[in-house]
């Protein structure tokens, strides 16, 4: 039996934007709204089982409703560009789905879905309506029901007409009646001033319609009798506007909502592309580069010789001699804790492998000793990670010679997984099967006999060896051969190396900041609740939108669904009006330091070396930066002081020694002066002006004694903002004005610098022309986008144009300079030792004989790591622990 599910995309995409965190995918491309609709419609799905399914968008921002009111929905703020362009992806995703869309020219989704349920009361169809808006509760029927969104677009509360006479004592046609008398701010229709749900409501239980409210003024009382007769046309207009048009132009479409499911390996292209991985687990979709699952296999033609203890080791010797693919097999995320399996080595179509327990075994001594040979040219697949698993077996590895992965990065940084079975069918050699066909994953994940595990090891060590020269050719092609060989591959070295040594941490100092801190988490709960008047769960944002809005008469900002909106945006701006919220502000900083880097660092320590020991990612960002996990060192929060006082429990891991730490100034806002020329910006840097009061004085046209605190802290925000390819919407929430006053901003800023604007221009043409960027050491970033006939769709790889060089260059000259220092370090033979590489920022360990030369060696070479037209400049700090180098 059929059952239709019509969604209302303009409604549920809107209400899942400003539901969901913001949330952007390494390309910069914002996904939060999309992935808010898609968890929506996958429980939907799942829910309702639908045999036809459909979303409806609005065409455009006129309809048949503008000829009788021009000012019909003239109220709506512009739609921010950060949801904006995420329509388009949103429509494609639903393509993967196999969802069919309709859109028309003149009619609003609205329009579309109201014709459509005519129909299914017509044929008898079971149908549900999905949307935000409670208009379209005038559509139910015995075969419609309405499905309402509450809690973002998580849950929905269903109405049949049953349900709309217990909850207004109306039918659904009376919901038109509704919104004729009371109106709707967000369409801007006005209904009759003065009269709200509440006072509407009474008047359709006594007079049945607006019309009956019109014919009966005469026993209406006051200045209710006056607003309704002086508004009688405004009354029945509203009504008209509301009412859903259920005669669009569909004849014969009905067919094209026949949903059989989705298309497995099409949804999981999608889902890779905007980085919902934990989508693809759920619903196990195939990896990349995997033929239709399991039934992937290792197709080509090789022979595998097991290493064991009848391996002729002077046979073993010679092979290895001749060897440079090898596949390290650690599984796990974290290469710190990762389960060594086993290798295996390939050369030509002979392939040894070994398991661990083998490898570290007297039997598997010419390998260990093959592996430790840096004159042994090494082929392999993340490389990085593998060394860190072996260096935890007490194996060494050197001789990284070419990492696949970390070629295929360079190639594509936009393709965020790069696995083996995805490069084996991108460069068309034989497939292999997925980790997830042989191991399982997540509560699935078994290791099986190592016979299989040998095939599935051989295999991917012989797809290295098909690889390597494919890969070399394409980096040949791209000019991005010396950026591999002399940055990207050297700095995989140098990060295991700091990795491996890791940073003491001192517990003790840690416990005691987390004893602290609940002290004070303690004090300002108790004076929360004085300023209450009642204890209550400061942690419910029910109970804590109850006692600001409804016991303390705050203004209430935002509402959802399930009560009052009490996020971090509304917080903001209600602190002004009571020193409570200030109070509840501080209260979950102080909460979330405590649980998250005091306590969640305390479970990081290694027991058996006292130091964290994370592990940076070089094929994350697009942008070329390096990413930090197990423990994520780079989000240390250094706003608080009680979180930068996290950073005391960084120390030293010898006697008497100290932290050294060195950090870019101003970076980005560098890079983009040499890249664009701007001879103001040039000027500002050369001359060591203050960056921020020198755009303060060019934009706001003012002398420097005349630049203040608020015009400075614009200035600021505009300078950055450009870096990141701010809009009006996000530049006027930071700043907390309109979005007319940030536009204004922004174009005095180009004004002012236009050689900026000039660069951004010609940036875009070039990109357009080329179809990627490049940064100043010639990393790539494809932008397919920039052709794109859909207007969201080309702005977002545009911006992604305007600052990706900056932020690649900024990214290019850090690793440029850790490859150097650690080239300085152990040709001087310091002891000195570099431990951590945050955002712009170098931190070292360095005995008291050795500060002298590195607080002038360390600037040195960071400042010199790539020549520029204005000059870098690293400030250096030092002391007994991490927080005394700022």
């Known amino acids: 039996m059929d059952k239709w599910m019509l969604i209302d995309g303009n409604s549920i995409i809107y209400r899942a934007f400003f539901a969901m965190p913001p949330l952007t995918n390494s390309a910069g491309l914002h996904t939060n709204a999309v992935y808010g609709f898609t968890t929506m419609l996958l429980k939907l799905l799942e829910e309702e089982k639908p045999t036809h399914v459909l979303v409806a968008f609005d065409a455009g921002k006129v309809t048949f409703r503008h000829e009788g009111y021009t000012e019909y929905k003239g109220g709506r703020q512009k739609t921010p560009p950060e949801l904006s362009e995420q329509f388009p992806v949103l429509k494609e995703l639903l393509q993967s789905f196999s969802i069919a869309q309709f859109e028309l020219a003149g009619y609003e989704a609205d329009d579309i879905i109201g014709t459509l349920t005519r129909m299914a009361d017509e044929q008898g169809v079971e149908t549900i309506v999905v949307s935000g808006d409670k208009d379209m509760l005038q559509l139910a029927s015995e075969q419609v029901t309405i499905a309402l969104?509450?809690?973002?677009?998580?849950?929905?509360?269903?109405?049949?007409?049953?349900?709309?006479?217990?909850?207004?004592?109306?039918?659904?046609?009376?919901?038109?009646?509704?919104?004729?008398?009371?109106?709707?701010?967000?369409?801007?229709?006005?209904?009759?001033?003065?009269?709200?749900?509440?006072?509407?409501?009474?008047?359709?239980?006594?007079?049945?319609?607006?019309?009956?409210?019109?014919?009966?003024?005469?026993?209406?009382?006051?200045?209710?009798?006056?607003?309704?007769?002086?508004?009688?046309?405004?009354?029945?207009?509203?009504?008209?506007?509301?009412?859903?048009?259920?005669?669009?132009?569909?004849?014969?479409?009905?067919?094209?909502?026949?949903?059989?499911?989705?298309?497995?390996?099409?949804?999981?292209?999608?889902?890779?592309?905007?980085?919902?991985?934990?989508?693809?687990?759920?619903?196990?979709?195939?990896?990349?580069?995997?033929a239709d699952g399991a039934e992937a296999v290792a197709a080509a033609t090789y022979e595998i010789i097991r290493v064991d203890s009848d391996t002729d080791v002077s046979s073993l010797k010679a092979f290895l001699a001749q060897s440079e693919s090898v596949y390290i097999e650690a599984y796990g995320e974290n290469p710190h804790q990762s389960q060594l399996l086993g290798l295996a080595v390939a050369a030509g179509e002979q392939v040894y492998v070994i398991d661990c327990d083998t490898l570290e075994s007297p039997v598997g001594q010419p390998v260990r000793d093959w592996l430790a040979d840096d004159k042994a040219p090494k082929y392999g697949y993340d490389l990085?990670?593998?060394?860190?698993?072996?260096?935890?077996?007490?194996?060494?590895?050197?001789?990284?010679?070419?990492?696949?992965?970390?070629?295929?990065?360079?190639?594509?940084?936009?393709?965020?997984?790069?696995?083996?079975?995805?490069?084996?069918?991108?460069?068309?050699?034989?497939?292999?099967?997925?980790?997830?066909?042989?191991?399982?994953?997540?509560?699935?994940?078994?290791?099986?006999?190592?016979?299989?595990?040998?095939?599935?090891?051989?295999?991917?060590?012989?797809?290295?060896?098909?690889?390597?020269?494919?890969?070399?050719?394409?980096?040949?092609?791209?000019?991005?051969?010396?950026?591999?060989?002399?940055?990207?591959?050297?700095?995989?070295?140098?990060?295991?190396?700091?990795?491996?040594?890791?940073?003491?941490?001192?517990?003790?100092?840690?416990?005691?900041?987390?004893?602290?801190?609940?002290?004070?988490?303690?004090?300002?709960?108790?004076?929360?609740?004085?300023?209450?008047?009642?204890?209550?769960?400061?942690?419910?944002?029910?109970?804590?939108?109850?006692?600001?809005?409804?016991?303390?008469?705050?203004?209430?900002?935002?509402?959802?669904?399930?009560?009052?909106?009490?996020?971090?945006?509304?917080?903001?701006?209600?602190?002004?009006?009571?020193?409570?919220?200030?109070?509840?502000?501080?209260?979950r900083q102080l909460s979330k330091l405590q649980s998250t880097y005091v306590e969640g660092l305390l479970k990081e320590i290694r027991r058996d070396t006292g130091k964290v020991h994370t592990y940076y990612r070089q094929t994350i960002a697009a942008t070329g930066r390096l990413s930090s996990q197990f423990p994520n060192l780079q989000n240390i929060p250094i706003r608080l002081e009680e979180g930068r006082r996290i950073r005391k429990a960084f120390v030293p891991s010898e006697p008497d020694w100290l932290i050294l730490g060195a950090d870019y100034s101003q970076i980005e806002l560098r890079v983009l002066a040499q890249i664009s020329g701007d001879e103001n910006l040039k000027e500002a840097f050369v001359h060591d002006m203050d960056i921020h009061t020198k755009t303060a004085m060019d934009v706001f046209g003012v002398s420097a004694d005349a630049v203040d605190a608020n015009m400075r802290r614009q200035a600021k925000a505009v300078n950055f903002g450009i870096v990141y390819g701010i809009s009006d919407f996000g530049l006027s929430n930071n700043l907390n004005i309109t979005r007319k006053d940030a536009a204004r901003f922004i174009e005095q800023y180009f004004e002012a610098f236009k050689g900026v604007r000039a660069y951004m221009d010609n940036i875009v043409m070039d990109a357009r022309r080329d179809g990627y960027v490049t940064t100043l050491l010639e990393r790539r970033r494809y932008l397919p986008e920039i052709k794109a006939s859909n207007f969201n769709l080309r702005s977002f790889a545009e911006r992604t144009a305007m600052n990706t060089p900056i932020q690649g260059t900024a990214a290019d000259i850090i690793k440029l300079a850790m490859v150097r220092m650690d080239e300085e370090l152990r040709k001087r033979n310091l002891r000195s030792r570099m431990l951590l590489q945050v955002h712009d920022e170098l931190v070292f360990e360095v005995p008291p004989d050795e500060l002298e030369t590195m607080k002038t060696l360390v600037p040195e070479v960071m400042e010199s790591a790539l020549a520029l037209d204005v000059p870098l400049k690293v400030d250096v700090n030092y002391g007994i622990n991490w927080y005394e180098t700022k």
């Open 149 to 290: 969104t509450r809690k973002g677009v998580s849950e929905v509360d269903r109405y049949d007409p049953a349900e709309i006479q217990e909850k207004y004592g109306l039918t659904p046609l009376q919901i038109i009646d509704l919104k004729g008398l009371m109106g709707d701010a967000s369409d801007n229709i006005p209904g009759i001033p003065g009269v709200g749900e509440k006072t509407a409501l009474k008047l359709l239980h006594e007079f049945e319609s607006v019309e009956g409210v019109l014919a009966n003024t005469n026993e209406l009382k006051g200045k209710m009798k006056e607003k309704v007769e002086a508004h009688k046309d405004d009354a029945l207009m509203s009504k008209r506007l509301a009412t859903i048009y259920r005669e669009v132009p569909l004849e014969n479409q009905t067919d094209e909502l026949a949903y059989g499911g989705y298309d497995k390996a099409a949804l999981a292209q999608s889902f890779r592309k905007l980085e919902f991985r934990s989508l693809i687990d759920r619903l196990e979709l195939p990896e990349a580069g995997e």
């Open 384 to 587: 990085h990670k593998a060394e860190l698993a072996l260096s935890w077996h007490h194996i060494t590895f050197c001789g990284t010679a070419f990492d696949v992965q970390l070629a295929a990065y360079l190639l594509d940084p936009t393709e965020t997984n790069q696995t083996l079975n995805f490069l084996a069918a991108k460069y068309g050699i034989p497939a292999i099967a997925s980790d997830e066909a042989v191991y399982g994953r997540g509560a699935k994940f078994k290791v099986p006999d190592f016979e299989e595990v040998a095939r599935h090891l051989a295999a991917k060590a012989d797809t290295v060896r098909r690889l390597v020269p494919l890969q070399q050719g394409d980096l040949e092609k791209t000019d991005m051969t010396k950026l591999y060989y002399e940055l990207e591959q050297p700095l995989s070295i140098v990060l295991a190396r700091m990795e491996k040594r890791g940073i003491r941490v001192n517990a003790q100092t840690l416990e005691e900041l987390g004893s602290e801190l609940e002290h004070k988490l303690v004090s300002y709960m108790s004076d929360i609740y004085q300023h209450a008047g009642m204890e209550f769960n400061i942690n419910s944002p029910k109970q804590l939108g109850e006692v600001l809005f409804e016991r303390l008469g705050l203004p209430v900002i935002k509402k959802t669904k399930t009560g009052y909106s009490t996020d971090a945006e509304v917080l903001e701006k209600l602190e002004p009006y009571h020193e409570i919220v200030r109070l509840i502000l501080y209260y």
